[in-house]
């Protein structure tokens, strides 16, 4: 038996619905994967100026705690970060944000107003009132954070320390 050049009438609507259910597949599927992978594609951005309110609220001479927590997401991850920032206010305008972790091994330091320094309470690390280490095996002076005032306000540059 020879093969008819010509098409059958099932070979058209085999190869008919076949076309049409991949065009719909298409039109369904492809924005239901954008959506889906979408999150996965965004990336948030690390650094972020956080306001720390006026500078006013800041006694001059005292290291104050500031604390807040910033949520970052990343693809499907969504992690919140806990911050302690010392505000130091040497003068009425100069002023100095430091992480309050430890450079040894990031245990929170606290500051102690009586001995004048700062005290990390893992391995007795200390640090004076301009974050620089007086005792103890950190390796490194406080992070400072970069800092500005705009209009009183006091705002610090986040970034991964
Ligand atoms: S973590 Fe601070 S001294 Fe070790």
Request: net charge negative.
């Amino acid at each position: 038996m020879t093969k008819s050049p010509h098409m059958s009438r099932r070979e058209f609507v085999t190869i008919t619905v076949g076309a049409l259910g991949a065009i719909m597949a298409a039109v369904i599927g492809l924005p239901a994967i954008g959506y889906l992978l979408s999150p996965a594609l965004r990336t948030q951005k690390t650094d972020a100026w956080i306001a720390l309110g006026s500078l006013e609220n800041y006694p001059v001479g005292e290291p104050t705690l500031f604390t807040f927590t910033r949520t970052t997401v990343n693809g499907w991850e969504r992690t919140a970060n806990s911050y302690g920032v010392y505000v130091y206010r040497k003068t009425e305008d100069q002023v100095t944000t430091f992480a309050n972790l430890c450079t040894h091994l990031s245990c929170r330091v606290t500051w102690q107003d009586d001995e004048q320094v700062y005290h990390c309470p893992c391995h007795d690390g200390l640090f004076d009132i301009d974050g620089i280490v007086v005792k103890g095996p950190p390796p490194r002076p406080l992070f400072q954070y970069p800092n500005k005032i705009e209009d009183g306000i006091l705002s610090i540059q986040l970034e991964q320390v």
